[in-house]
C-alpha cells in the first residue's frame, strides 16, 4: 500500500511544492500490491493503472536459468491496455 504525490510545477509560476490546492500541480495516487504466495505467484496492483503479473525462472543448463516475466496492464482513465513481457540476462 502506498501513496505518491507528483508534481509538475509550471516554468513560469513559483516553485510552491507544499501548495495543495485544487487548482496547482499535484496528481495523488493511491497504489495497493498484492506480491502473491507459493500458491498463488501473481501480483496484483490497482492504483491509477491497474495489473496482473507473474514471473518465472526458466531453467537453460544446471547452473544457468532466465528471469522472465509478463504483466497485463491498464489505465482505465486513458482506455489503454498493455502486454508486456520482460527477460533479465
Not at 516554468?11 to 490546492?21: I, M, N
Not at 495497493?32 to 495489473?51: E, K, Y
Amino acid at each position: 500500500m502506498g501513496i505518491t504525490d507528483y508534481f509538475f510545477p509550471d516554468e513560469t509560476a513559483a516553485y510552491e511544492y507544499f501548495r495543495y490546492d485544487p487548482d496547482y500541480q499535484h496528481i495523488m495516487e493511491a497504489m495497493l500490491s498484492f506480491n502473491g504466495t507459493d500458491n498463488i505467484p501473481l501480483t496484483f496492483m490497482a492504483g491509477v493503472n491497474m495489473g496482473i503479473g507473474s514471473s518465472k525462472n526458466i531453467t537453460v543448463t544446471g547452473n544457468y536459468s532466465i528471469p522472465v516475466s509478463a504483466s497485463l496492464i491498464t489505465n482505465p482513465q486513458s482506455k489503454g491496455v498493455r502486454l508486456v513481457f520482460g527477460i533479465s540476462f
